[in-house]
């Protein structure tokens, strides 16, 4: 049974940073991508950012480019989302997602989420 399980979220100033962590478990991930999502209130959930574990590409919404980036430790089965220069807008819960194959940036193509953690950002 997979289970993802993201943590580090909080309430943090703008301009500030968080890094959000999400663990893996449950099965051979070396095949999967893992992505990152959000969804703000009143919104659909939206791409954040996504990492292949194979070979190891990334990428990004344009809204995030240049501020957020994710990594992973394919040995830890751990994804990580730094996020610096944060803004209000920033403010959703953060989804941690898996699928086996390339990076989508669908959410419904994504077979595994974790339950999410949330951020806030003040202005």
């Known amino acids: 049974q997979v289970q993802l399980v993201e943590s580090g979220g909080g309430l943090v100033q703008a301009g500030g940073s968080l890094r959000l962590s999400c663990v893996a478990s449950g099965r051979t991930f070396s095949r999967y991508a893992m992505g990152w999502f959000r969804q703000a209130p009143g919104k659909e959930r939206e791409f954040v950012a996504g990492i292949r574990w194979s070979g190891g590409s990334t990428f990004y919404a344009d809204s995030v480019k240049g501020r957020f980036t994710i990594s992973g430790d394919n040995a830890k089965n751990t994804v990580w989302l730094q996020m610096n220069s944060l803004k209000p807008e920033d403010t959703a819960v953060y989804y941690c997602?898996?699928?086996?194959?390339?990076?989508?940036?669908?959410?419904?193509?994504?077979?595994?989420w974790g339950q999410g953690t949330q951020v806030t950002v003040s202005s």
């Open positions: 997602a898996a699928r086996e194959g390339l990076v989508l940036t669908t959410q419904r193509r994504y077979d595994y």
